[in-house]
């Protein structure tokens, strides 16, 4: 009996952590990192507020800022 399955492709991207090769499949639980540690020191940095998502500014805020000012 032939085995007619298709062949399996992961896909490799880049780690946003270290730039190496990264396999973006199920069988890789970090993905999209490359490794558990790449993972871990992205986090880290995002706890730390090393990361920061920039806010937009309300009209509200922006009436509170420009009196402020005066």
């Not at 920061?52 to 009196?67: H, L, Q």
Request: proline share 9%; charged share 25%.
């Amino acid at each position: 009996m032939q085995d007619h399955s298709k062949p399996v492709y992961h896909r490799v991207v880049k780690c946003p952590r270290c730039s190496g090769d990264s396999i973006y499949a199920p069988s890789n639980p970090s993905r999209p990192f490359c490794s558990e540690r790449c993972k871990n020191i992205d986090f880290g940095d995002w706890a730390s507020e090393s990361f920061r998502v920039p806010a937009s500014t309300t009209a509200d805020e922006m009436d509170i800022s420009e009196n402020a000012l005066r």
